[in-house]
T-cell receptor, first 112, second 114 residues
Framework: DTAVSQTPKYLVTQMGNDKSIKCEQN?????MYWYKQDSKKFLKIMFS???????INETVPNRFSPKSPDKAHLNLHINSLELGDSAVYFC???????????FGPGTRLLVL | AQSVAQPEDQVNVAEGNPLTVKCTYS??????LFWYVQYPNRGLQFLLK??????LVKGSYGFEAEFNKSQTSFHLKKPSALVSDSALYFC????????????FGRGTSLIVHP
């Protein structure tokens, strides 16, 4: 009965590779988010997706791209991985824009 | 523009004592304020929120927070701390008249000693 799930939980890969992280929510929420949490635990919003409206944090490199096949899914695709991409990536959802968020368990990405 | 500050990187408290985790914010309009908790190797969990109404908001696990408009603060409190409350706490704010995406503070590590 997981509300927000992410796969994989751990991801170890080489520099230059392309990888995807999947996110699914079964809460019927309209808004989904992707966050990056660095080694100092600082949370940075990357993307938000609501009713086909995508909001992008301008500081996020265009190697990162979100893809939403339907309202319950918001996947994150990363091209040409770099060492600095190593972090924990969290997916979250909220019933509507700006409401309290439900977070997934996180995907720990390590780029070697 | 919206911003939030958590002035303490770490708060230490003895079990059974009251705890306070501080948060101050800045918005142009009216604030929506949130507290989240993150246990080790877990995602964030929603604790409580203030949108409007009573300044004292009650949330999960016995936590509460007081909205103070004049001091632009939203401090998290609990009357009696438990060792299991040890975790990372995040305050978040969004401007009701601006972007719907909240800004998170840098987090405060709460350590409750037995």
């Amino acid at each position: 009965d997981t509300a927000v799930s992410q796969t994989p939980k751990y991801l170890v890969t080489q520099m230059g590779n392309d990888k995807s992280i999947k996110c699914e929510q079964n809460l019927g929420h309209d808004t989904m988010y992707w966050y990056k949490q660095d080694s100092k635990k600082f949370l940075k919003i990357m993307f938000s997706y609501n009713n086909k409206e995508l909001i992008i944090n301008e500081t996020v490199p265009n190697r990162f791209s979100p893809k939403s096949p339907d309202k319950a899914h918001l996947n994150l695709h990363i091209n040409s991985l770099e060492l600095g991409d190593s972090a924990v990536y969290f997916c979250a959802s909220s019933q509507d824009r700006g409401q309290s968020q439900y977070f997934g368990p996180g995907t720990r990405l390590l780029v070697l | 523009a919206q911003s939030v500050a958590q002035p303490e990187d770490q708060v230490n408290v003895a079990e059974g004592n009251p705890l306070t985790v501080k948060c101050t914010y800045s918005v142009s309009g009216n604030p929506y304020l949130f507290w989240y908790v993150q246990y080790p190797n877990r995602g964030l969990q929603f604790l409580l929120k203030y949108i409007t109404g009573d300044n004292l908001v009650k949330g999960s696990y016995g936590f509460e927070a007081e909205f103070n408009k004049s001091q632009t603060s939203f401090h998290l409190k609990k009357p009696s701390a438990l060792v299991s409350d040890s975790a990372l706490y995040f305050c978040a704010v969004r401007d009701n008249g601006g972007s719907y995406i909240p800004t998170f503070g840098r987090g405060t590590s709460l350590i409750v000693h037995p």
